[in-house]
Structures are given as C-alpha cells and as structure tokens.
C-alpha cells in the first residue's frame, strides 16, 4: 500500500517558538495533502487542504497565519506552527492523495508546547 | 443531523469472537466507502476501501455496503488482541477528496 511518513514524531517546544512538521508520500506522487488535528478520544479535525504548488485551503476556524502550510512538491508538504502556545498541543497527522483513490495518512506528530 | 453517524462504543469482545462496527450516513453523493484503523498515538491505517454496494473480503475482514440505506458495517471474524483499537468509517462523494469521517469506535478484544 501507499506510504505517508512524518517527521518528527514527537516534538516538544517551549511557548511562542515555531515548530515544523514534514509529510512526505514515499512511492507514490500525492496531488492533495491534508493535514488533520486530533485531539484525545475523538475523531480527526481537518484543519486544512493543500494542493501542489498551490495556497493551502483552511478550514473555518483555523487560522492561517498560525498554521503555515506549504506544499512545496509532489510528495512533500509542511505544516509550521507558528508561535505556538500550549492550547497547540495535540496530534498532528497529515494524509495524501493521488486523487483517484483514498486518503493514506501519516503515523502522525505529536506536539507538546510547555 | 451528522453527515456520518457511528456510535463511538467502546465495545468488548472475548477473543476469537465476531466484531460488527456500522455507520450510517445521510448524504447520497458519497460513493466511496472505506474502514480505517487507529491504534493508540498512531495514525489510521486503511483496512477496507469500497465504491460500491455489496461485500468485500480480505481475510478476515468483511466490509458490506448498502447504499440504498445508507448504511456501511465492518465484520471482522476470528478476532484477536492485535485488533484492539479505534474503527473509523470515512467516506467521499466522486470527484471529491475531502472524506468525511464517523467519529470512531473503540473496539477492545479480550484475550
């Protein structure tokens, strides 16, 4: 099956610094990215869609300037948290598309702000 | 009313027994019909991905579709402590790639 990885898998950062997160399709080329927000015991939140190089398409609510994404290639995007406070604490997962199939996700990132 | 509805358990199972997982959903432009699986601080893992009513097999695994209720279950026979974790149903409409998501149940499988 299709490959999604992420890096890091864990990070921990102190509040008001930035951190990025990696999404990379290892075999295949993904047209589309997502990146979702999990918090514990519910479901995935889409925060946001990226098409390659392309603007990222956010979801209402999230806020742009603090949640920078960047589609750079084929199999590679980058969510940045900016300025990150501990309220951005969660799991971060991302998931790829050819578009003729279905989403393969990431084994996700986990961010703790202290 | 939830595009997509599953009731998020948990549900116990002694091994070796049926598990049965189902969603329902009231928006008939989704076509595509899938079953992830979510251990614990990972990220969901493809189980089962179908596009039209009736049953799919592998191995262990059954997923069945009926589109004129509007509803979708997951069978998973023989099963074992490995398949302790979170099942969730996503689905699309055609031409569209945003999924939309069940919110999970959590299935526990007792040794």
């Known amino acids: 099956g299709a490959v999604v990885s992420q890096h890091p898998s864990r990070v921990i950062c102190k509040s008001g610094t930035s951190v990025k997160i990696e999404c990379r399709s290892l075999?295949?080329?993904?047209?589309?990215m997502f990146w979702y927000r999990q918090f514990p015991k519910q479901s995935l939140m889409l925060m946001a869609t990226?098409?390659?190089?392309?603007?990222?398409?956010?979801e209402q609510g999230v806020e742009k300037d603090k949640f920078l994404i960047n589609h750079a290639s084929l199999t590679l995007s980058t969510l940045t948290v900016t300025s990150a406070h501990p309220e951005d604490s969660s799991f971060y997962i991302c998931?790829?598309?050819?578009?003729?199939?279905?989403?393969?996700f990431g084994p996700g990132t986990r961010l703790l702000v202290l | 009313q939830k595009e997509v509805e599953q009731d998020p358990g948990p549900l116990s199972v002694p091994e070796g027994a049926i598990v049965s997982l189902n969603c329902t959903y009231s928006?008939?432009?989704?076509?595509?019909f899938m079953w992830y699986r979510q251990y614990s601080r990972k990220g969901p893992e493809l189980l089962m991905y179908?596009?039209?009513?009736g049953n799919k097999e592998d191995g262990r695994f059954t997923a069945q579709v009926d589109k004129s209720s509007k509803y979708i279950s997951l069978f998973i026979r023989d099963s074992q402590p490995s398949d302790s974790a979170t099942y969730l149903c996503a689905m699309r409409g055609y031409g569209n790639n945003r999924l939309a998501f069940g919110k999970g149940n959590q299935v526990v499988v007792i040794p």
């Open positions: 990226s098409n390659e190089g392309s603007k990222a398409t956010y």
């Open positions: 075999d295949f080329q993904a047209t589309t």
């Open positions: 998931s790829a598309t050819t578009g003729q199939e279905t989403q393969y």
């Open positions: 928006n008939s432009a989704f076509q595509y």
């Open positions: 179908t596009y039209s009513s």
